[in-house]
């Protein structure tokens, strides 16, 4: 039966296909000239995924219903509504509830009395919930101070990320991803004081995540199936 479940689409991976399409989609929307339009359709499904997810345990059900509803509705209303630094809130409010949403699938990870292939997904969520919500987070520190970050020598702010939301989702993606990993190849680079503190934040964030979280669920992991090979 444990490996039955093990092998079960579960709420971890429901989320993580959810993440990885939303990915996707912030790379190739730039190239199909599709606005922000898509990018919010993702966001959702990335916050409805992370409450299924929540609904596994009635005490985070409390706590995210409410959080999924008003960031959804704020999503939503900013991009239809005409809202003075309506993209600096969109911005921060999408940062805000990718990393409430990461926080509870910590919290429901730590709930887990038993380690399965599904709690060792979830485990990957949260990493790449953190690194989405820093890609929100670094655009918005371009868009609030331009010029936070250079591009080749050459301030991004000078580039289309200046204007164009769906290639700043595209370019800021792909910084998160290489500080996070610390691979670091220097093409994009924090120039300002606020910058260099979010990538030095976000790359020492990856590592202990992934030494110490990751490799925990792992072990746990690991640990679970040998004992019931012996059982």
């Known amino acids: 039966m444990s490996s039955i479940r093990d092998r079960a689409l579960g709420p971890y991976t429901v ?21 922000s339009f898509v990018t919010s359709i993702g966001l959702s499904v990335i916050f409805l995924a992370g409450f299924y997810v929540a609904l596994g345990r009635r005490s ?25 630094a ?7 409010a999408d940062a805000t509830l990718l990393l409430l949403t990461a926080a509870l699938q910590l919290y429901s990870l730590g709930q ?6 599904d709690t060792v997904v979830g485990g990957i969520n949260t990493y790449l919930l953190f ?33 164009d939301p769906s290639e700043a989702f595209a370019t800021m993606l792909y910084f998160s991803f290489v500080t996070i990993t610390t691979l670091g190849y220097g093409d994009i680079v924090p120039v300002s004081g606020a910058a260099k503190i979010l990538a030095s934040g976000e790359a020492l964030f990856g590592q202990i995540y992934l030494a110490v979280f990751i490799a925990r669920l792992v072990a746990l992991h690991v640990a679970g199936a040998r004992g019931s090979e012996e059982e």
């Not at 985070?60 to 003075?84: D, K, S």
């Open 15 to 35: 989320l993580l296909i959810s993440l990885l399409v939303f990915t996707l989609m912030v790379v190739v929307v730039p190239e199909w000239g599709l606005d």
């Open 60 to 84: 985070l059900r409390r706590v995210a219903l409410p959080v999924v509803g008003f960031g959804i509705t704020v999503e939503w209303l900013i991009y239809f509504l005409e809202v003075p």
């Open 86 to 92: 309506g993209r600096e809130i969109r911005l921060l």
């Open 112 to 117: 887990q009395r038993r380690v399965s292939a």
């Open 131 to 163: 690194a989405l919500a820093f890609m929100l987070i670094h655009t918005l520190a371009e868009v609030a101070a331009p010029g936070s970050y250079t591009l080749g020598g050459v301030a991004l702010s000078e580039h289309a990320v200046a204007t």
